[in-house]
């Protein structure tokens, strides 16, 4: 597809007849038609990402202020949930 526009674009015939030169100029305007798409279609999806990113790092990161209980403790209150329900039961 736009590969081959653009390759076919960059190639240049020494020919002189005038349906070469017509041939020429359509290759040359596909090739810009497809460069312009292209660099548009590349720098819309940077943005996004770049949007995407911006709300993603506010989800996934914690406050620095937070500090993350210790897992012992966090096993300990399993665990006495666990010997509390079986009680119960």
Known sequence: GASYILSKGAKKDKSNSSADSYDNQVAQALSDAAQDYLTGFSNDAFSM?????????????????????????????????????????
């Open 49 to 89: 990402v770049r949007q995407y990113q911006t709300k993603a790092d506010k989800v996934f990161s914690l406050p620095t202020n937070q500090e993350p209980q210790d897992t012992s403790s966090q096993v300990y209150q399993l665990q006495l949930l666990n010997s509390v329900l079986e009680r119960l039961n």
